[in-house]
């Protein structure tokens, strides 16, 4: 019973907006895509097959269909720094596509990222009580985040004609659906409700695409 209290103290995370800053990132890396780790829900030691983020030029992919990977990033000035409680959702703007999706519990050793044994989407609550949460540790107990400060969340199989668009943001709606997000800096005191900058992508018109609307221009103009 004082564990389920925990969890609802550690997920009641909506408050006044803070001026430190935590980003979030489309990339086209962060697991193989040749893994079969890629859209796993296991509690299990993904670093074998961990990669180092890409992130989208411009926020802007053609259109088409990928594999993409969802990370935040620390502030410089937060080494040390923990996230012990997030809840993500799909933006309203959102019209992409979005198949198979996870977020990455992570294990390696005694240490794990999120409490729990059922599977978490994307756009679900990750909480962290007996669990490390997301931390940036430059240690041998690093649960996938890199030494510049950022983190992979996890993973979404995203198909996006022209136009559409992807993003997704903290869910801090009210009546207590968003549980928002609870940080911790590195002497375990609270940071109050830190800004959460979405993660956004345009799909643009391929190269073979706008090359034949060219084309059909200057056909025309003849």
């Known amino acids: ?18 001026a430190d800053t935590i980003t979030l990132f489309w990339s086209t890396t962060g697991i193989s895509t040749t893994s079969p780790l890629l859209y796993s829900t ?23 269909t990928y594999d993409l990977f969802l990370w935040g990033q620390f502030q410089p ?42 599977p978490i989407l994307l756009d679900g609550v990750m909480a962290a009580v007996t669990a490390a ?11 996938m985040e890199d030494a510049t400060g950022a983190f992979l969340i996890g993973a979404a199989h995203v198909t996006g004609t022209e136009g559409q668009i992807l993003d997704i943001k903290l869910d801090t709606r009210p009546g207590g ?29 391929e190269p073979l695409s706008i090359l034949l609307v060219l084309t059909g221009m200057l056909l025309r103009r003849r």
Request: charged letters at 20%; glycine letters at 10%.
């Open 1 to 18: 019973m004082r564990k389920a209290l925990v969890l609802v103290a550690v997920l009641g995370l909506v408050g006044a907006v803070s």
């Open 42 to 64: 296991a509690l299990t030691n993904f670093q074998p097959v961990y990669e180092a983020p890409t992130p989208i030029p411009s926020n802007e992919l053609d259109a088409g």
């Open 77 to 118: 000035s937060w080494d040390g720094y923990q996230i012990y409680g997030l809840d993500l959702l799909w933006d309203a703007t959102s019209d992409a596509t979005v198949g198979s999706n996870v977020s990455y519990r992570q294990r390696v050793g005694a240490f794990k990222r999120w409490d729990g044994t059922l």
């Open 133 to 143: 949460g997301i931390a940036w540790d430059h240690g041998a107990n690093r649960l």
């Open 177 to 205: 659906v968003g549980k928002g997000i609870a940080c911790r800096d590195a002497d375990q005191v609270d940071i109050p409700d830190p800004t959460v900058i979405p993660a956004h992508l345009l799909f643009i018109p």
